[in-house]
Every structure is written in structure tokens, then in C-alpha cells.
């Protein structure tokens, strides 16, 4: 059983930046993926970051050269640094963590989320 517990979220002005984690443990000794997620109101869930096993990394358009994904195998867990944050960016970040890396099946594993809020 996968446990995600992301922190690191609040509310700042346009420009600002953030530093989301995301603490995962029950990880079995097998390649994960692992990905960011924005739930916006009214929005679909977006996809704004993922990193492979590997360290692949890959980014929504959006979030080119403003995010950066990262993570420490070490103490299980993800990172994603947003700079120059925009209005847009706004919404519930959610981390997630899949040995299919589809996040789209049974095996993906969810966390609860953090708010991010940015004002213009």
C-alpha cells in the first residue's frame, strides 16, 4: 500500500514561487513513475509534470521553463519547483505515483493534494 502526503502549497502573488513535496512510503523495490497532477474548478485533471524511474523528466506546455520536477529516491520523495507562477496555475496539486506509468489503472496510487492559490 502506497501512502502519498503532499505539503508545500499557498496562496502568492503572480511571480512568486513554490516548492511542492511529495512524501510517498509502501513503495515496492520496482521502477516507479511518478507524476504532479492540477485539478482546477471546472477543469479536467492535467497532467503537469512527470519523472520516470530514471529521472526522465516531461512538462504540460504550460509548465515548460517554470517548473522543474525532481525527486530523492533517498528519502522517497518529489519535488516539483514552480517559478514565476501565474494566475493559471492555480489549483489542487495532486502527486501520483504508477509502476505503469499511465496513471490511468488500479496500480496508480493517489495522493490527497495541497492548494495551490496564485492572485494576480
Known amino acids: 500500500q502506497v501512502t502519498l502526503v503532499e505539503s508545500g502549497g499557498g496562496s502568492v502573488q503572480s511571480g512568486r514561487s513554490l516548492r511542492l513535496s511529495c512524501a510517498a512510503s509502501?513503495?515496492?523495490?520496482?521502477?516507479?513513475?511518478r507524476a504532479w497532477f492540477r485539478q482546477a474548478p471546472g477543469m479536467e485533471r492535467e497532467r503537469v509534470a512527470s519523472?520516470?524511474?530514471?529521472?526522465?523528466?516531461t512538462y504540460t506546455e504550460s509548465a515548460k521553463g517554470r517548473f522543474t520536477i525532481s525527486k530523492d529516491d533517498d528519502i522517497n520523495t518529489l519535488f516539483l519547483q514552480m517559478d514565476n507562477l501565474e494566475p493559471e496555475d492555480t489549483g489542487m496539486y495532486v502527486c501520483?505515483?504508477?509502476?505503469?506509468?499511465?496513471?490511468?489503472?488500479?496500480?496508480?496510487?493517489w495522493g490527497q493534494g495541497t492548494q495551490v492559490t496564485v492572485f494576480p
Open positions: 501520483a505515483t504508477d509502476p505503469l506509468c499511465d496513471y490511468d489503472g488500479p496500480a496508480t496510487s
Open positions: 519523472i520516470s524511474h530514471y529521472g526522465v523528466a
Open positions: 509502501g513503495f515496492a523495490q520496482s521502477p516507479y513513475c
